[in-house]
């Protein structure tokens, strides 16, 4: 995604706000803090203090809950010296949203120090920490949701969600921490509406929506009791468009819409130059790229739900632009953390279906099904990447002996230590 490209990418110091540091600078010398004088240094510190304030609402927001008194006269009376460290880097790393209001009283404090240069870094850091938390988690969102927003695809919560997320990335990229929060929340709270009218059409619903229903909870488990590229060909389904290429039911179905949909922009259909892989295939794979492919039996692939495409543009291609911005709406994603900003690995051309990310380590889990989801959203943290279809039986008994495999090192995508890439 372009704004992790440009955290990336730039200087700690947002540019926007360079110029009030570099007057105060030159006003107060090297040493602000033991310095501070003149109006420039007094608006610079006015200026860090208003973005604390609005990482604070941000992070209540995101939280769920008010944080302690944001008053000035709190943040110049609750300055520890002995809490701040100007050299420390922002905390990105394994970052939830519970550290955040930590991160914030680091920043106060530091701004309530009157070094502004010191500052500005803390408060840089911690607004790109906001927005990381508010871009996971309405990622998160939209990805639990993409499966079971196919049964009520007339639902209002599915527009409210499309625009959510959309509006969460775009106050990303202009870095509105109070924005991105609140599209995040109001994410999550629509998938969670959205399952939740799922499960009531299982119940309340005519029988041609009842039977949509146990179609989904049956092909979402129709590959329980294998294992990690052991599925047979016979349970998979071959792709309407690639008969070469195998994939479980629901996704195959799901790619059929997606590049009807395609072909009436392109005029032509998606090329896949990969889907299901059996064990072998992805030894010989592992074989073949090294660490640049998963290890035998952690791959998506292996489970039927993920394709690789002809992608001879990357990540400026029409083709990855279109599909990052229409392929949720059918079910399918680019993982998060293979995006041209994310920790990778970066491929433009893989693409998966009912899996959920967690970007902080590099991997992508399908997504469990037959767990019912909370009638109301959690309000400490974002939503786990667990539920997505409505707790119902199938129409038919599904001849499988388990639910979706226990994670080991023979059957979980996530049972290495290293990234599963695909």
């Known amino acids: 995604m372009a704004f992790l490209t440009a ?3 730039a200087p700690p110091i947002d540019a926007s706000h360079s110029v009030d540091v570099a007057q105060a600078s030159s006003r107060a010398g090297t040493h602000l803090a033991r310095q501070p004088t003149g109006p420039a240094h007094t608006q610079a510190l006015t200026r860090l203090d208003d973005r604390v304030a609005a990482v604070e609402a941000a992070t209540a927001t995101l939280v769920g809950h008010p944080l302690v008194d944001t008053t000035e006269a709190a943040s110049r009376t609750l300055f520890r010296p002995d809490l701040v460290d100007a050299d420390a880097a922002p905390v990105t790393s394994g970052l939830t949203v519970e550290k955040l209001p930590d991160r914030v009283l680091d920043a106060r404090q530091q701004v309530a120090s009157g070094d502004v240069a010191a500052a500005a870094l803390v408060v840089e850091g911690v607004e790109t920490d906001v927005l990381l938390v508010a871009l996971d988690l309405v990622d998160q969102s939209a990805q639990n949701a993409a499966m079971t927003r196919l049964l009520v695809a007339a639902d209002p919560q599915v527009a409210v969600l499309d625009a959510a997320v959309g509006a969460t990335h775009a106050a990303a990229e202009v870095r509105d921490v109070v924005a991105a929060a609140t599209s995040a929340v109001q994410a999550r709270d629509a998938a969670a509406g959205i399952t939740v009218a799922a499960q009531q059409i299982a119940v309340t ?7 949509a229903v146990a179609k989904v909870q049956e092909q979402a488990r129709s590959t329980d009791g294998y294992t990690n590229g052991s599925i ?34 392109f005029g032509r259909d998606l090329k896949i130059t990969g889907s299901y892989r059996t064990l072998e295939e992805q030894i010989s794979t592992r074989a073949a790229k090294g660490t640049m492919a998963a290890v035998p ?4 692939h292996g489970w039927g739900l993920a ?12 083709q990855y632009v279109w599909l990052k911005a229409n392929a949720m709406t059918y079910g399918w994603h680019h993982p998060t953390y293979m995006d041209e900003g994310g920790r990778g690995p970066h491929e433009p051309w893989h693409w998966e279906f009912g899996t959920s990310d967690d970007a902080g380590t590099g991997t992508s889990v399908p997504i469990t099904v037959g767990v019912a989801a909370p009638t109301t959203p959690p309000v400490t943290s974002p939503a786990p990447p667990v539920v997505e279809q409505p707790s119902v039986a199938p129409a038919e008994p599904v001849p499988t002996p388990s639910a979706t495999p226990t994670p080991t090192p023979s059957s979980s995508p996530t049972a290495s230590a290293e990234p599963p890439v695909p």
């Open 297 to 300: 039996g952690t791959s998506n």
């Open 232 to 265: 047979p060909l016979k349970v998979l389904c071959a792709v309407a468009f690639a008969p070469s290429q195998h994939l479980r039911c629901d996704a195959a179905e799901a790619l059929a819409r997606l590049n009807a949909a395609y072909r009436a922009d």
């Open 7 to 9: 955290v990336l990418a």
């Open 205 to 211: 619903g005519d029988e041609e929506a009842k039977a």
């Open 307 to 318: 394709i690789d495409l002809d992608q001879v543009s990357g990540y400026r291609s029409a």
